[in-house]
T-cell receptor, first 115, second 113 residues
Framework: AQSVTQPDIHITVSEGASLELRCNYS??????LFWYVQSPGQGLQLLLK??????LVQGIKGFEAEFKRSQSSFNLRKPSVHWSDAAEYFC?????????????FGTGTLLAVQP | DAGVIQSPRHEVTEMGQEVTLRCKPI?????LFWYRQTMMRGLELLIY????????DSGMPEDRFSAKMPNASFSTLKIQPSEPRDSAVYFC???????????FGQGTRLTVV
């Protein structure tokens, strides 16, 4: 069965510092991979997605993620964090062979940004 | 498009009462998902529909939970009777096809006292 692990529950970074949020997945083949962001009291917004092709994916708000098949990882990165990036981030995996885009989510990483 | 619309945004009810959550997916989307979010369990997929037909309801916690999708533009999630442990944020999401992402509603925060 597919699963997603986000090992960091909570991360604090200083504004302007670089950021990397970790995501590891378990799936028999190459899955569809997503990163979503959730601001307090809001729904989830898609940051970026990977289906195939270039393993370095660019998203909105200056985020990028790299798919590494050998490590079963899809880590999210941003070179310089802004205070407005404080939110909860979710990695998700979907099944390319499924009939629909059923997504399994990780437990999330809560990002705090220090001034 | 206005996106996925959920109502109500907040619901407070007493234990034992029936609760109905509503969702309007994005027009043209053919898959709809209900998720529950809690601090303890994170985001859990409860049920999803494809072309208005329930495909997988294995995430529905108990018989107290039921979901319907009478047409392509409307779905409900009902809890009867409600219990305090049902308190959570319930999200609805919709997608079109297979190679697209899920679009989420703003969620319904349910509190059962």
């Amino acid at each position: 069965a597919q699963s997603v692990t986000q090992p960091d529950i909570h991360i604090t970074v200083s504004e302007g510092a670089s950021l990397e949020l970790r995501c590891n997945y378990s799936y028999g083949a190459t899955p569809y991979l997503f990163w979503y962001v959730q601001s307090p009291g809001q729904g989830l917004q898609l940051l970026l997605k990977y289906f195939s092709g270039d393993t370095l994916v660019q998203g909105i708000k200056g985020f990028e993620a790299e798919f590494k098949r050998s490590q079963s990882s899809f880590n999210l990165r941003k070179p310089s964090v802004h205070w407005s990036d404080a939110a909860e981030y979710f990695c998700a995996v979907g099944s390319p062979g499924g009939a629909t885009n059923k997504l399994i989510f990780g437990t999330g990483t809560l990002l705090a940004v220090q001034p | 498009d206005a996106g996925v619309i959920q109502s109500p945004r907040h619901e407070v009810t007493e234990m034992g009462q029936e609760v109905t959550l509503r969702c309007k997916p994005i027009s043209g989307h053919n898959s709809l998902f209900w998720y529950r979010q809690t601090m303890m369990r994170g985001l859990e997929l409860l049920i999803y529909f494809n072309n208005n037909v329930p495909i997988d309801d294995s995430g529905m916690p108990e018989d107290r939970f039921s979901a319907k999708m009478p047409n392509a533009s409307f779905s409900t999630l009902k809890i009867q009777p409600s219990e305090p442990r049902d308190s959570a944020v319930y999200f609805c999401a919709s997608t079109y096809g297979r190679n697209t992402e899920a679009f989420f509603g703003q969620g319904t925060r349910l509190t059962v006292v």
